[in-house]
């Protein structure tokens, strides 16, 4: 079954041709420059958010971005201010933060999701869905929790990135909104008891890799990650969830 599955998945995406990229800009809520890549299919619908996970940048989303296209959304990649490179992607984001002296922590980076929520919603004005990966993947639970303009959340590898001065574990009582949440064998029985008290909500997607141990992060959805596969499967029968809500 999974076979016959990922033979249409792996179907579709190649069918629709890809859609161009274009870099923008806009301030995160302190004023800060943020670069992004804007890839739009059609002007009508709604938008994917996708965030990069620690030394990383919108690179991380190259190849994820014109896949994700194809299931009929648009996608942002944004550089977050905490970041370096990815797929020879330079983090403009970060580079401008250190510049101009602004804090660039993994928390700081909430400002920069928070504006790009903002961006994203008032093209079309239609709610979003958040894509993360590894810290931004806790960003985007905690943030898209109570923005009423996030309509789901996709966390890959959440953790407990912020010390005492974030903890999902008692941020989190209850969820909102659908949530995807997916990780390694080995970080899954962590994001477990991290979330433990939203991961029975009927609300709540985990998807744990059938061909283990899995990859951390979107790299989970990489073309050179084997499992990737089993990842595009659970997204797709996912976004087939939300189309009703």
Same mark, same amino acid.
């Given at each position: 079954m999974l076979k016959s599955f990922s033979f249409i998945l792996i179907a579709s995406l190649i069918l629709v041709p890809a859609a161009q990229k274009k870099k923008i800009t806009f301030l995160s809520r302190d004023s800060l420059e943020i670069t992004a890549d804007l890839y739009m299919a059609k002007e009508? $619908?709604?938008? $994917?958010? $996708? *965030?990069? /996970?620690?030394?990383s940048s919108r690179g991380e989303y190259n190849e994820t971005a014109q896949k994700l296209l194809k299931f009929n959304f648009n996608c942002l990649a944004v550089d977050l201010r905490s970041g370096n490179n990815s797929n020879y992607v330079r983090n403009e984001t970060a580079r401008k933060a250190m510049q101009t002296f602004k804090p660039s922590m993994f928390l700081d980076a909430g400002n920069d999701i928070e504006a790009a929520i903002d961006y994203a919603y008032n093209l079309?004005? /239609?709610? #979003?869905i958040l894509i993360g990966s !590894? *810290? !931004?993947? !806790? $960003?985007?639970? #905690?943030i898209g929790n109570r923005n009423p303009h996030v309509k789901a959340v996709i966390a890959f590898s959440p953790g407990e990135f912020f010390g005492d001065d974030l903890r999902l574990e008692e941020e989190l009582d209850t969820f909102r909104i659908p949530l995807f949440i997916t990780g390694t064998e080995t970080e899954l029985p962590y994001i477990d008891q991290m979330l433990n008290k939203i991961s029975k909500q009927d609300n709540v997607t985990y998807y744990r890799p059938v061909t283990l141990p899995g990859q951390h992060g979107s790299m989970a959805l990489w073309e050179n990650n084997p499992t990737k596969d089993e990842y595009w499967l659970a997204l797709l029968m996912f976004f087939n969830s939300l189309k009703n809500i």
């Open positions: 009508d $619908l709604p938008y $994917l958010i $996708l *965030f990069h /996970q620690e030394g079309n004005n /239609q709610n #979003v !590894s *810290f !931004s993947a !806790s $960003l985007c639970m #905690v």
